[in-house]
């Protein structure tokens, strides 16, 4: 949130279906420790803000529950770094040159930006490397965070997660620049297999990435 006031109940209530795709009013009333009641309340408003929408679902012959999700107004109450300048910028150049050479225009750029990375991620052991990446990612404006994970082949790694979209307006127009998002994790981390596990632009509510050291 860009506000200055202390973050409110119903900020938490957006950070946390950010960060958890869809929740129940219970679920929200148990992680913030309110009455299930008293949420209900925040949901209403939020909903009448346009923040939030929802969508029901029967289980047995009961009343339908209602799962609570962002909507894209509720998303861009989140930071972006990239304003509307920069997809007008991008719109002119995409009219102005070959789409062979807008394709490589966006590689260039992203491969700077990937070696800059590097430059800053520097040297250390992969948890502080990906831990500095992901600073690098937050001041940015990704709401990005990072844990230790056991992946299927029993190998170690890390689990990169970015609950938000800082240049989500420019991938709608642009989608190849998400898949050079990956490239330049790949880039940053060169040591490393870096694997997508979850992906904004097919609908999650966010994206994944999985670092391992290369064998």
């Known amino acids: 949130m860009t506000s200055l006031q202390p973050p409110s109940t119903k900020d938490d ?14 679920a929200l009333a ?24 929802h969508r029901a679902v029967r289980e047995g012959m009961g009343r339908p529950n209602y799962l609570y999700c962002l909507s894209r107004k509720g998303r861009d109450r989140f930071p972006a770094q990239y304003d509307t300048f920069a997809l007008s910028l991008l719109n002119t150049l995409a009219a102005t040159v070959s789409q062979d050479q807008m394709q490589d225009i966006l590689h260039h750029q992203w491969q700077r930006k990937a070696q ?26 990704y709401m990005a965070e990072w844990h230790p994970v056991e ?56 994206c994944g990435y999985l670092v391992q050291e290369k064998p």
């Open 116 to 141: 800059d990375y590097c430059r800053q991620v520097g040297a250390g052991t992969l948890a502080e490397r990906v831990n500095r990446l992901v600073h690098l990612r937050q001041a940015e404006g």
């Open 13 to 26: 209530i957006l950070q946390y279906l950010l960060k958890q795709g869809e929740a129940t009013a219970q």
């Open 151 to 206: 992946a299927e082949d029993g190998q170690l790694g890390f689990m990169i997660t970015e609950y938000n979209c800082a240049i989500s307006q420019i991938a709608e127009s642009f989608p190849s620049i998400c898949g050079h998002e990956l490239e330049m994790f790949q880039m940053a981390l060169p040591d490393c297999r870096v694997e997508r596990t979850h992906w904004l632009v097919q609908g999650e509510h966010r």
């Open 30 to 53: 148990d992680h913030l420790a309110m009455s299930a009641q008293a949420v209900r309340r925040h949901l209403k408003d939020l909903s009448a803000e346009g923040l939030i929408e």
